[in-house]
């Protein structure tokens, strides 16, 4: 059915869409210091507006408001209908606690400090 409407109509809706789905989804790129809506994202990456944007690579963080959700290693796909699409070369889900320098103890026997009996 949408095949058989203006150009101009077809563009407009596309924006609309756009607009809503950027208003909606609240997420955020950062990268260099600077945010960057994200217009539409899925498993594999994420596209955001080309007007007025860089061309992003390397590591960038996904928020949604403050909350930071993930950092990523990007690489830009392509550039199409307003639109820069990256994928994720590698994704890592953000913490709240800072990395262990060391593995959890799986048993009680491993949680005891070296020497102490288990008795």
Partial sequence: MLEH????????????QRSAAQRDAGLQVRA???SYPVLRHWDGGFAI????????????????GE???????????AEAEGEISYEFKHRTPAEDSPPRDHARPETEAQRRPPGATGH
Avoid: T
Wanted: glycine fraction near 12%; aromatic fraction near 0%.
């Fill in 67 to 77: 909350l930071h959700l993930s950092r990523c290693l990007i690489v830009a796909c």
């Fill in 32 to 34: 260099d210091g600077r």
């Fill in 5 to 16: 409407l203006p150009d101009e109509l077809l563009e407009g809706l596309a924006r609309m």
């Fill in 49 to 64: 507006g080309s007007a007025g944007a860089p061309r992003l690579r390397g590591l960038v963080d996904l928020h949604r």
